[in-house]
């Protein structure tokens, strides 16, 4: 009986072999350009899993899945392999033993083997950075935010996109609904705008190579050189913002002035109030000439916030805009 079993085995894995098919255990699966991906191919699979399955696996043939024209198209077996011992199911279990790659059962093939089965036509492009990318490190697969047998791809559609995510990442949902945020919960915006889930070469999965040439993909008036450049903005938009959501306008992490005091000891109010360093005499800010002496009090007891007088938090153009003043 073992050996019958060992026979077979080795008959599916050969049959694998010859197809040019992810065999079960492979390591990274070669191209599929034997299988048969017609339509009359998958009727090997079809004649048993028709219109009248409980899951409505059919539905493949309505997406990019099931151009059948087009002949990168994959057939069923393309997918799951050619699961001989499935197909037949010689000992007449009362469950058949898996397919070879089922994205279902843990029993049948690891996270890297469905992985794998995937890259074989997907390896590139958006997705050249999978290997050791956060979500691979995470034994995350393909087939956690893709669905391919519905006709509408939850990921890759807009409106649902967001949704997929937050299946795992509950705190960034919680995020998009506070008083400032990026319009993620409008359904305006969505993350791969900003992430390539699939991997990056920069930070978090950015889409680009650092946080900064993403926001300033969008927000291309922040992203300088400007003459006067201040130090924090030209290294990293997040040292003041929090890209999904904040109760503090515009997406900041703390108010002014405590936004700046993390950073800058002190208000210099002491200088203020002291004339010290207002030696050529009244200052002039965005909002007018301020008279010597009366200038500032302790700028975050008046509630006064320190770009009342530095407007130009981000950086500034002006021939004398080094305290970012105008
Ligand atoms: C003779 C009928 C029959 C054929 C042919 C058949 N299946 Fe199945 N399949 C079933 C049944 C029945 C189940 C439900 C599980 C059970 O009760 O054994 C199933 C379950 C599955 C599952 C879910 C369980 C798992 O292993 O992940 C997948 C995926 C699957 N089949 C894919 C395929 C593919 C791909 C083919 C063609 C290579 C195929 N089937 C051919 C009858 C069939
Ligand atoms: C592009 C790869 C791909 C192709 C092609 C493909 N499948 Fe699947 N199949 C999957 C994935 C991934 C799942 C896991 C559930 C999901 O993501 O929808 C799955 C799930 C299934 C299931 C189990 C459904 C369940 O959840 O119980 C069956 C049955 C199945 N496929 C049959 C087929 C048949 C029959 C074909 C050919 C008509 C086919 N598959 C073609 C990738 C594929
Ligand atoms: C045999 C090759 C092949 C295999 C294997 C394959 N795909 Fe595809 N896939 C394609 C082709 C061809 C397209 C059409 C898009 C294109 O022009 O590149 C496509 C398109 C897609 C798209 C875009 C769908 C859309 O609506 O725009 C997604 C997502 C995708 N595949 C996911 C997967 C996942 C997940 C797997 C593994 C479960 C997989 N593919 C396995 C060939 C394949
Ligand atoms: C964490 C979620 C996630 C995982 C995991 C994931 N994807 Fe995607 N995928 C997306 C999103 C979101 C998009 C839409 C991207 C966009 O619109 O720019 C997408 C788009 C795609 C596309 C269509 C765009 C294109 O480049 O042609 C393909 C194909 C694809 N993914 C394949 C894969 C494969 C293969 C894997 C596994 C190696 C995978 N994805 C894993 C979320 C994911
Ligand atoms: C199946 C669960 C799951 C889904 C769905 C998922 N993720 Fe993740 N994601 C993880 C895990 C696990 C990690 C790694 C551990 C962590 O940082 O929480 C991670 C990490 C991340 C990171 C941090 C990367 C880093 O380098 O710190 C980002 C960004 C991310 N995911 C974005 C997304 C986006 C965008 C989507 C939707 C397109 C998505 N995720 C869908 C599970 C998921
Ligand atoms: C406006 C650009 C942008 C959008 C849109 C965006 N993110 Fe992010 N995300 C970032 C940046 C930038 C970081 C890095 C944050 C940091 O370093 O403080 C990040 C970090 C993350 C992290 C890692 C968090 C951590 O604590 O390490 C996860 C998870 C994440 N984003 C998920 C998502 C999800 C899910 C969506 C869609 C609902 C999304 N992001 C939309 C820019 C964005
Ligand atoms: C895909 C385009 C896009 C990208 C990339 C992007 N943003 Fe935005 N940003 C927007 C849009 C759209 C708005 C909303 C404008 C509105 O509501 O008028 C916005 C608004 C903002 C606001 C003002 C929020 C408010 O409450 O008024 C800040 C601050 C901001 N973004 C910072 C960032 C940072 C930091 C990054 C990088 C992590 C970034 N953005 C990346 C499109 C983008
Ligand atoms: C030193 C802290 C700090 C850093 C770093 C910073 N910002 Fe800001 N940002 C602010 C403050 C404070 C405001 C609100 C007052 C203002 O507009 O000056 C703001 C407002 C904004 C706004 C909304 C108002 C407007 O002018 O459109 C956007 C968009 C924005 N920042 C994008 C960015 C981007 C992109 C980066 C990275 C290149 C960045 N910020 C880096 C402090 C900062
Ligand atoms: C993450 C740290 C950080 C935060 C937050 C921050 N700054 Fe700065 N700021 C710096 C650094 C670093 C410099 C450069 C200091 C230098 O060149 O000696 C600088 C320079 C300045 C200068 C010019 C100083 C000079 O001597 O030329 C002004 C004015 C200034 N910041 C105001 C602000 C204001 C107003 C805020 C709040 C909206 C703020 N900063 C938030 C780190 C920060
Ligand atoms: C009433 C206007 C005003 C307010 C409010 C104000 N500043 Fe200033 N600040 C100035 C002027 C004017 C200078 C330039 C002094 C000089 O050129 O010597 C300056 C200089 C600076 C400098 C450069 C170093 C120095 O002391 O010369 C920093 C850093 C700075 N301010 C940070 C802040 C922070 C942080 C706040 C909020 C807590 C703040 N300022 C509030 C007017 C103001």
Known sequence: MNTIRRLLSAGALLAACLLGLPAHAAAPAAPTPAADRSLAGDAACTRCHDQGEAKPVLSIYQTRHGVKADTRTPGCQSCHGASLKHIRNDNNDEVRPPVEVSFSRSDAATPQEQVSTCLTCHKNGQRSHWQTSAHDNAGVGCSNCHSVHVPKDRAVTRATQAETCYACHKSERAQSHRLSSHPLAAGKMVCSDCHNPHGSTGPSLMKTGSVNETCASCHADKRGPFLWEHAPVADNCTNCH??????????????????????????????????????????????????????????QLTARGCQNCHSQTHGSNHPAGAKLLR
């Open 242 to 299: 929090t890209p999904h959501g904040s109760n503090i306008t515009p997406l900041l992490k703390a108010r002014a002035p405590f936004l700046c005091q993390s950073c800058h000891t002190g208000d210099h109010a002491g200088q203020v109030q002291s004339g010290a360093h207002l030696q050529s005499g009244a200052i002039t800010t965005a909002n007018g000439t301020l008279p010597l002496g009366s200038a500032a009090g302790r700028a």
